[in-house]
Nanobody
Framework: QVQLVQSGGGLVQAGGSLRLSCAAS????????VGWFRQAPRKEREFVAA????????YYADSVKGRFTISGDNAKNTVFLQMNSLKPEDTAVYYC?????????????????WGQGTQVTVSS
């Protein structure tokens, strides 16, 4: 079973930055899609960003495009989410997730493995 361990959450002021990490056991990321999702209070979990390591480009939700950057370090089996220009509406629990590569990234139920979640709070 794949294990995903997250780190990097916390409290920041609006306009600040955070970097989230998602580390996987084994060498699974080389053939997997990895996505970031978030869930705010009283909201459904929503897609944020995803990456695949087969040569395709990263994919972002419109709400974070231009502010967030997803990247990976294959040697470390780790995916990062660099979050810049944070806004209060970015406040949520952030989850990383992984699945076998399919080329579609934004559908919650297609992901098989999930991290434990990390709280990100952005103050005004």
């Amino acid at each position: 079973q794949v294990q995903l361990v997250q780190s990097g959450g916390g409290l920041v002021q609006a306009g600040g930055s955070l970097r989230l990490s998602c580390a996987a056991s084994g060498r699974t990321f080389s053939s997997y899609d990895v996505g970031w999702f978030r869930q705010a209070p009283r909201k459904e979990r929503e897609f944020v960003a995803a990456i695949t390591w087969n040569g395709s480009s990263p994919y972002y939700a419109d709400s974070v495009k231009g502010r967030f950057t997803i990247s990976g370090d294959n040697a470390k089996n780790t995916v990062f989410l660099q979050m810049n220009s944070l806004k209060p509406e970015d406040t949520a629990v952030y989850y990383c997730a992984a699945k076998r590569h399919t080329g579609t990234y934004s559908y919650l139920r297609t992901y098989d493995y999930w991290g434990q979640g990390t709280q990100v709070t952005v103050s005004s």
